[in-house]
């Protein structure tokens, strides 16, 4: 029996479009709305957020509010920490995915000496840094930051001191340099990304399943397959943005691709992955109600979030 403690981070200063902050509490709704008691099953704990920078100037153009997603980071990654330690099982609901990067870097502060899997269902592959970002946006940067990459090969821009040096220190917090070897790390369904994020994937052979490999191969197969090639990690993270999803459904995120995942194989493939004992926290994030419709996003990340914590307290 697993004790599950959901962490709320209401936190969207990571992207480009306003409304994912909503997006913990769309969820939250969606629950209510299918009559469900989940939220009251268990402990919880609600992160302070930055948002308030949302209404002040940018001062780093390339890596946008950096100060306060370094602040995220400090926070989330603690009560990562805390709860790791207290034996509970971290399911994080996320603004942005910005905050992966946060909690990240808490499940190395609780286990130092893990080997760190990360199955990162996403379309995008989130590994730009300020030197190669197309936006400034920090919720393209989250893996860069676990991994410690600059990827000044493929640099486009010139930094000034202040971003360098913030930059360095999100790469830092935790005092560990680096959180996830690159080949430890598994994309699902991405097809939306850069050549700079494509030059990294290549230089260090990172694992990507596609959405037709899916579709081809079986929930169960793919889940066999990923976990096979992450056998030598002793702990598991699992991050799910729901632009993973076919934007035919996805409406309500801020960045929908289409040629994505259906509704059940996203379901199927995380609960197959639940299963596993070295799963040790789960992220849903990028849920944005203020471009859906009947908060029809929200409800698929509560069934999804639903059926795979009804999995890890069986196993």
Not at 39 to 64: C, G, M, R, W
Not at 162 to 174: A, E, F, H, P, S
Request: net charge negative; with cysteine.
């Amino acid at each position: 029996m697993k004790n599950i403690k959901i962490i709320e981070v209401p936190s969207e200063i990571g992207a480009g479009t306003r409304g994912a902050s909503l997006g913990v509490d769309a969820i939250k709704i969606a629950g209510l709305d299918f009559m469900s008691n989940f939220f009251v099953h268990f402990p919880s704990e609600k992160i302070e957020t930055e948002n308030d920078l949302l209404f002040e100037p940018i001062q780093t153009p390339y890596a946008k509010r950096i100060q306060g997603v370094a602040s995220m980071y400090e926070r989330i990654s603690k009560s990562v920490c805390d709860s790791m330690k207290n034996n509970f099982f971290p399911v994080i609901l996320s603004g942005d995915h910005s905050n992966a990067g946060g909690t990240i870097t808490g499940i190395k502060m609780a286990k130092p000496k893990s080997k760190l899997g990360v199955i990162w269902i996403d379309a995008h592959a989130d590994l730009h840094t300020p030197y190669t970002t197309p936006s400034g946006n920090l919720h393209g940067m989250p893996l860069a930051t676990a991994i410690a990459e600059d990827n000044i090969e493929s640099k486009v821009h010139d930094l000034d001191e202040k971003t360098v040096k913030l930059w360095n220190q999100l790469k830092t917090i935790g005092k560990i340099k680096q959180k996830v070897l690159p080949e430890d790390i598994v994309f699902i369904s991405l097809r939306d990304f850069e050549k700079e994020e494509k030059h990294l994937i290549e230089k260090y052979d990172m694992k990507v399943i596609t959405t037709s490999e899916v579709r081809r191969n079986g929930a169960e197969n793919v889940c066999r397959k990923v976990l096979r090639y992450l056998s030598d990690c002793t702990d598991i993270y699992i991050s799910f943005d729901v632009d993973s999803l076919d934007s035919s459904i996805s409406k309500g995120t801020g960045t929908p691709v289409s040629n994505g995942l259906k509704e059940r194989e996203a379901e199927d493939l995380i609960s197959k992955f639940m299963q596993n004992r070295k799963v040790c926290c789960f992220e849903i994030t990028e849920v944005n109600p203020t471009l859906d419709k009947e908060n029809m996003m929200a409800e698929i990340a509560f069934n999804i979030l639903q059926r795979s914590v009804n999995i890890l307290m069986m196993n």
